[in-house]
């Protein structure tokens, strides 16, 4: 048991690694390097050759590209992502509050999302086929094919222009209490649920339907043992095992629909840092945020493992 | 044969219909009639898709998603399951009739102690509690015969043999002590070994809490040792039933007649082996093991070898049968021997050649002259690929024919198979079960090799076409002079088509020599107990002196 | 094949998602004919109402609103349509020769297609952005390589199911090439799952050009895009809530229409394992 949970630190460790080498390579190994990705080409043009090779130096962008892979792994290991070449403020400095921002909003979601999910996940698979199945699972398809954007603007409508009970941008700043920024930001939230809930319902429903479908259930049937019984005690831990092993994937959606939700609300997080990161070419802030959803991406994804090992007796043997 | 008291089981002209994603209702149970005593015990034979399972679970009051009763009355215990309320087909369950489904490790929630599971039974359908009912699994577990019975509840199923696993599964049918027990294949999944010690605690039980018992198989083998009635089913109907020893002695039914036929029948001469032939195959110190690759550190290829040591040699024109229970290392024998697998050891040689173990760095006229026939007909033919082009591959790979002589070819490969030019543009699926496996057969002839290797190729069909399909390997075998090698498990199909036998047992060959020789005077104990679980049905034909009237005691 | 549209039939949802999705490829494929007015022209006075010229009214530069929404998709649905191709094919070849090959190829294509699964799509695109700059091009290369990795994940899987296959193992006896058993053996048994895999991954990539477009780092302005509209229509989204209404509506028909005929097609064709592993 021990020995399994061990080798899932060290492979997301390893996971991590090679995200951060990815991350590097796919930024700045291109053609050009940080600075000619982030200026244009007319503003190469004016300023004089020395100038700009004086720039490369204090950058530390004339060194060969493994020199710089080794000193960014070094960085991102002492949290030190550089500074930003323009107004040379530290990307920490930048993403620190947006990134506590981010990490509110998605804790909300996934606090309401899961318990919802479940229970709708669960209603639906009891009674497949049924009234509520087909609700449930129509529903779900409708849920997770409108655009994020698009849910949050017509809620936007809704209650904020033609049913005015909450603001259509959120007014709170940068560094308000956690508290504070929820309270301002429901819609926000209730936006990045709806695409999440249609998700996980949908998973834990298939989950669900093939766990009942498993012949232990059957057996227990046959022995005449409770139905409410055989769902939540038998059927649900083998119905979440498969959904958590999909959990990856959810992350990551999470991820990118509260980036697009963050522009929709004004609302102060990564998702904005990152979207005048890429407009503005900050090739350093870019890589932050990146480096930080991929982290979160892969420390959900542990947490998943480690939930199926309790589960599974099965994957406990290393 | 009636009884005083009221019959456990009365079931008269029952139906049961499965609808179809388009509404159409097929019967799978068609006017079934028969009654059932306390404290007897009846089989109920038939192959896949003779409607036993639905039969048997319907003794439950329980019908797979889509079923539903189509007329007739079925009584259990006293109960009208045809028309009575759930919650009192639920008041039946577990505690006056329990079921043993076939495979106990799919049978118990992998999630869970299997003590938990047997706990959970008692608990929530008798009331007891918890120190009551733990105190009564360890009972239980000490009466299945499991081991360290105090201490084996807290394992989780993945952790048990496949033998304790079904005694976990029989303890939980068992704990509320019910009128009936119904056991659904209850060891299929098993070996010999096992299933001939499962068939004993079943039998022990029986007798010893005096249920009612139903045993549902496709094993003649299996209800000649554990039930006084048989009944035997065909799409969905009876077509015969009575007392096992006289429908065993005398079926009255042609169907229940092959059926029998199909078991082991050694009144008859098994092919004589020709002395003096030249070996075209051998095989010196095979070993082979399968590799578990670790995460960290080497790979390990310390554990037990699959193949150990086996040496064997096949002449011209023979057949010789390889017999082993599953995981002897029969099939892995085979792959080996084709070259899909590399053995870490030994010689193989063709006309006194040594050959390389993968089929990849063999010349290509040695990858023509070994040819295979796999287990599985459906799989063996690709779904997307006609039965032309499936055969007429070989013929333009090895021979480079042309398509027009190369599907001309195919015709009267399939005609000597007994298909007619229509099937060639047939899919797969089209196929009945023996087709594609003549099929399978066909493409194999069409490489004209040397020697087949026929894995256990008719274990996936019913009885009857079984034997046609070996008939039709026989005739072309002679045909072409072509050796076989003949793994399966069934000792009929061995005695009707090999000459020599070879016996595997944990990938050690056990005992070698001519059929009839290993047959009437096994050398080793194994094979003399896997000669005696086949051929159960027969003694039993052949046994005059059994009881005719049922033990109807202990009620 | 009939029996298989009699039971298409009988699924009002799926008939309704392909219907959607008929009218949209029809729409997009005619717009340029039918549009009553260049959608880049400047005609008339921004932001007006819809009148029986302009049946939408005009947008916030006083272009035709209606000639803009007809050709709104056009560039979403290509470049998407385009990235779900580069998926499905390059994702099917690659995901069985890493069935079939095991080993170290194997092992690097999982490591990669876990490495992906790990970053969000959107940060990807943005990654990828920064590093060659925006455009077209580089958006459905990315995008064609992130869908990729999960077709990889599902075809592979099926193909080692296939690999164990006797006709597979027939192949390799005859010494055929791992080309050949691929192409000719297993391909032609994960088309259903690739053509699935395509609707899927099409309806995902439009989402995700959408939401690009409406981020500013997508289809660029002055090309139609409902993404861009939606973007640009939220400043007057209380006079002139319809500049937004319209193209939400247009983006959100098509994609639920692709995972209506989806969902039911993949269903009829025995497909319901693929579909649990895509995420959007």
Redesign the interface.
Known sequence: MLIAALRRVLLSCITLVMLTVFIFIATEIMPGDALDVSLSADEIAMIPPERLAKMKQDLGLDRPAPERLLSFLGGVLTLDFGKTLISKTPVTAIIGYPLRNSLILAGAVLLLAIPLALTIGIAAAVWQGRAIDNIASTGAIIGYSIPEFVIGTVLVMIFAVAWPVFPATITASTNDAALTLLAASPLAVVTVLIGSIAYLARLLRTGMVDALAKDFVERLRLTGIPEWRIVFLHALPAAIVPSLTAMALYAAALVSGIVVVELVFAYPGLGQELVRGVTRREVHVVQAIALCSAALVVALNFLADMAILALDPRTRRA | MQQASNPIIECSGLSIGYADMLGKVARVVDEVSFRLGPGQSMGIVGESGSGKSTLARALLGYLRGGGRFDGGRLLVDGIEITSTTFTSIRSLRGLRVAMVPQNPLASLTYHMPVGRQVEEVLRSRRGLVRVEAERRVVELFAEMGLPHPETIGRRYPHQLSGGQRQRVVIAAALACDPALLVLDEPTTALDKTTEAQVLELIQHMRVARGAALVLVTHDLNVVADVCERVLVMKEGRIVEQGLVSAVFRQPEDTYTQTLLGASLDLSGAAPSVNAGLKPLVSVQDLTFRYQQSGWFGPKNSTGKPTLDGVNLSLGRGEVLGVIGESGSGKTTLGLVLAGLIAAEKGVLMLEEQSIAMLAGKRQPALRRRIQTVFQDPLSSLNPRQTVATAIMRPLRHFFGMNSKSAREKAASLLADLGLGPEFLERYPRQLSGGQQQRVAIARAFAAEPDVLICDEITSALDASVAGQVLGELDALRQKHGTSVILITHDLAVIWRMASRVMVLKDGLVIETGATADVFAAPKDAYTANLLSSASRVRRLGQDTTLIEEPLAHAV | MTLFF??LV?RP?TLFGLVLVGLHLLVALVAPWITPYDPLKLLDAPLEPPTEAYWLGTDELGRDFFSRLLLGGQISIIAAACAGLIAAIGGGLLGLASAYHRGLFDDVVS?LV??K????????V????????QSLAVLVLTMGLIYMM?VIRTSRAMGLVIL????V????????SSFAIILR?ML??I?DLLTVEFALRT?SAL??V??LS????GVSPPTPDW?LM??SG?QS??SE?WL??AP?LC??SL??G???AT?GVAGLLGL?AA??????
Do not use: C, D, H, W
């Open positions: 009699r039971r009988r949802l490591r876990e490495m699964l790990s970053i969000p799509s959107i940060l990807l943005s990654l990828f952005v920064t590093g060659f700059g999960g164990e296959q006797g006709y193992k027939a192949a390799q006896l005859r010494g055929e053996e032609p048994n088309l309806s989402l995700l959408s939401a409406f981020l500013g780092l993404g939606i973007q939220l989204i209380r809530p937004v209404l939400s983006i959100s994609v639920i692709i995972n209506f969902e319901e579909r649990g592993a895509t995420g959007k």
